[in-house]
T-cell receptor, first 112, second 113 residues
Framework: DAKTTQPPSMDCAEGRAANLPCNHSTISGNEYVYWYRQIHSQGPQYIIH???NNETNEMASLIITEDRKSSTLILPHATLRDTAVYYCIVRVKVGGADGLTFGKGTHLIIQP | NAGVTQTPKFQVLKTGQSMTLQCAQDMNHNSMYWYRQDPGMGLRLIYYSASEGTTDKGEVPNGYNVSRLNKREFSLRLESAAPSQTSVYFC????????????FGEGSWLTVV
């Protein structure tokens, strides 16, 4: 099963771009990379996902390397409300069940 | 938009008591999930249902049972609650299959004393 590695914490200044890295060196060809965030133990909030190509939506951009072994989530203009735990996830099967396997994520702190 | 709705939001149980967490989604999704999250940890999959009438065990199924009542509803039952089951429980749903988004509810905080 593909697993991900993220730094445990990062700081970013308000108004700057936040770049969150993720390594997934054992990802297989048909596995998507998903990003979620969680604020104060609320339900995880979907941000973005991708397979091979870079993706952008109203919240963020996802840059996936050509070999697909790593990716970067970019929050273009971070605000204080972006302080949260960010999870990079490769969708895998756990036993017979299809789902998302969450690690400990990156605690992103936006500094005023 | 309701999305994924869980009840109750908070519950305190005594050891050995039973209870059921309810979950409903209004997005016509095939797949539904139950996760738990312990303090400082990521979410762990308890059970999964790919469609009405089917369920599969996840990473931590012991001590739990589930019922996929219909396409909308997926319940999680604790038959004899233990302090180790004190956790935040999240229900989720998706259209199913690789590449589809999984949407989460707001969580149910359960304390077993």
């Amino acid at each position: 099963d593909a697993k991900t590695t993220q730094p445990p914490s990062m700081d970013c200044a308000e108004g700057r771009a936040a770049n969150l890295p993720c390594n997934h060196s054992t990802i297989s060809g048909n596995e998507y990379v998903y990003w979620y965030r969680q604020i104060h133990s609320q339900g995880p909030q979907y941000i973005i996902h991708g397979l091979k190509n870079n993706e952008t939506n109203e919240m963020a951009s996802l840059i996936i390397t050509e070999d697909r072994k790593s990716s970067t989530l970019i929050l273009p203009h971070a605000t204080l409300r972006d302080t949260a735990v960010y999870y990079c996830i490769v969708r895998v099967k756990v036993g017979g069940a299809d789902g998302l396997t969450f690690g400990k994520g990156t605690h992103l702190i936006i500094q005023p | 938009n309701a999305g994924v709705t869980q009840t109750p939001k908070f519950q305190v149980l005594k050891t050995g008591q039973s209870m059921t967490l309810q979950c409903a989604q209004d997005m016509n999704h095939n797949s539904m999930y139950w996760y738990r999250q312990d303090p400082g940890m990521g979410l762990r999959l308890i059970y999964y249902s790919a469609s009405e009438g089917t369920t599969d065990k996840g990473e931590v199924p012991n001590g739990y049972n589930v019922s996929r009542l219909n396409k909308r509803e997926f319940s999680l039952r604790l038959e004899s609650a233990a302090p180790s089951q004190t956790s935040v429980y999240f229900c989720a749903s998706s259209a199913g299959g690789n590449g589809n988004t999984i949407y989460f509810g707001e969580g149910s905080w359960l304390t077993v004393v």
